[in-house]
């Protein structure tokens, strides 16, 4: 089984920056993407970025309007979201997501962020 942890969030003001991490670890496992998704309040969890392990794809959803970067540190297991720009519609709480080969998924506990106006 995998765990995933998550850090970087906090309190920022509109029009700043932010880097979420998430680090992965467990038994031996292959990492096959990683993605991140956020849920603000009553709203349903979305989609953010995600990056395939091999190759280094990358793919974003149209509401972070190419405001955010997702990159990997491949010998750590771990998954970067620098975010830029920040808006209040960007409060939620944002969670890590790993797919492993097999196709077994986990997720983290998320970490919240806060944009102020």
């Known amino acids: 089984q995998v765990q995933l942890v998550e850090a970087g969030g906090g309190l920022v003001q509109a029009g700043g920056s932010l880097r979420l991490s998430c680090a992965a670890s467990?038994?031996?496992?292959?990492?096959?993407?990683m993605r991140w998704y956020r849920q603000a309040p009553g709203t349903e969890r979305e989609f953010v970025a995600s990056i395939r392990w091999s190759g280094g794809t990358t793919f974003y959803a149209d509401s972070m309007k190419g405001r955010c970067t997702i990159s990997g540190e491949k010998d750590k297991n771990t998954v970067y979201l620098q975010m830029n720009n920040l808006n209040p519609e960007d409060t939620a709480i944002y969670y890590c997501?790993?797919?492993?080969?097999?196709?077994?998924?986990?997720w983290g506990q998320g970490t919240q962020v806060t944009v102020s106006p």
């Open positions: 467990g038994r031996t496992f292959v990492i096959y993407s």
């Open positions: 997501n790993a797919v492993v080969l097999g196709s077994a998924e986990y």
